[in-house]
């Protein structure tokens, strides 16, 4: 006759026997948690957008993928959730040209380092600036190209101003190396956001604007406002009649970028995952196609390219913000 389990033996078994249902199931919990991706700005702009392409296409891949809005202080405080959160894979964030290149040098107190503190996946988008001008005043002052621009500048110096969305913003930036390069001088008139510097540009209040296509695009279309140059170092397909300002200032070069980031300690198996699955996205006609309409082309490249990017663009605005005398305390 077979002799009975001790109780002690049946203690241990039904302990391990608990402790398998709860790896069990805590691994199962794990596989069924969504990854969310932190967006450092409010819903609705074209970075927003394009998250949520990006997580509709990979949900097949990776589950569910849901998005989380941020916003504060220029991307700063949803960038800093993404870089304390756990590296496990399920939290995410975007990395834009201001809180990985700007804002590190910007703001007095920064709570992250832009340098150290994330593990990139792929860059997502770039979408090209573009230097407008008011078209009724483009017109009285008799300006139609760039170097018609510089020309007036030079021979009416201060006569000329400039809006931005802020000190220290894109727009902002963008028009002191454009200055600089150009070796004029235009007031600069900073607004609370990029929205109130073009409605102040299409009211005539400033005389020109470094904005993004993605938003000045309905504007030029429509005959109000006035395309001189865009900024990257080709021409735009979105306007391919509009020149380069590197065509006049050789090597200007201002563009509006955006990528995944995890947070620095995150396995690199589960990086090379996660890369994969959103290159794949960024590379469907479907997101093509929908970044298409809002001016913003994909640029999918690997976790290593993207991390070297953005330790060049972070050491290139160093002296454009020192130069331009911005400060955030």
């Known amino acids: 006759m077979t002799k009975p389990p001790s109780s002690a033996t049946v203690v241990r078994r039904l302990a391990a026997l608990a402790a398998a249902i709860t790896v069990a199931t805590s691994s199962a919990f794990a596989q069924t948690r969504p990854i969310r991706i932190i967006v450092p700005y409010a819903a609705g702009g074209p970075i927003d957008v ?7 296409r990979v949900k097949d891949t990776l589950g569910a993928v849901v998005i989380e809005n941020r916003p504060g202080a220029g991307g700063n405080i949803g960038a800093d959730a993404v870089a304390k959160a756990a590296p496990d ?4 964030g975007i990395a834009a040209l201001a809180t990985h290149a700007i804002n590190p040098w910007l703001y007095s107190k920064m709570p992250y380092n832009a340098a150290t503190d994330f593990a990139p ?5 770039r979408v090209p600036n573009v230097l407008v001008m008011n078209a009724d005043t483009a017109t009285r002052l008799g300006i139609q190209t760039l170097a018609d621009l510089i020309r007036y500048a030079r021979n009416h110096p201060g006569r000329l101003n400039y809006g931005s969305g802020g000190n220290g913003s894109g727009g902002h930036l963008a028009g002191e190396m454009f200055k600089a390069q150009a070796k004029i001088f235009a007031v600069h008139i900073p607004y609370n956001g990029g929205n109130p510097a073009q409605l102040a540009l299409l009211a005539g209040q400033v005389d020109f ?13 429509s005959g109000k406002l006035k395309a001189l140059a865009v900024t990257t170092l080709a021409r735009s397909p979105a306007l391919p009649d509009v020149p380069p300002v590197a065509d006049t200032l050789a090597g200007f070069a201002v563009d509006t970028w955006w990528g995944l980031v995890a947070p620095a300690g995150t396995p690199k198996e589960t990086i090379s ?5 959103f290159a794949e996205a960024l590379n469907s006609a479907e997101a093509k196609s929908r970044f298409a309409s809002l001016l913003a082309e994909p640029m999918a490249n690997t976790p290593e390219q993207f991390g070297a ?9 160093q002296p454009v ?6 400060t955030v305390d």
């Open 50 to 56: 394009t998250a949520r392409v990006l997580a509709e």
């Open 89 to 92: 894979g399920l939290t995410l």
């Open 121 to 125: 996946i792929t860059q997502m988008v």
């Open 209 to 221: 604007n470094f904005d993004n296509l993605a938003t000045a695009a309905a504007n030029i279309r």
């Open 273 to 277: 995952k996660l890369h994969q699955a």
């Open 309 to 317: 990017f953005m330790k060049s663009e972070l050491a290139r605005y």
């Open 321 to 326: 913000v020192k130069a331009s005398g911005a």
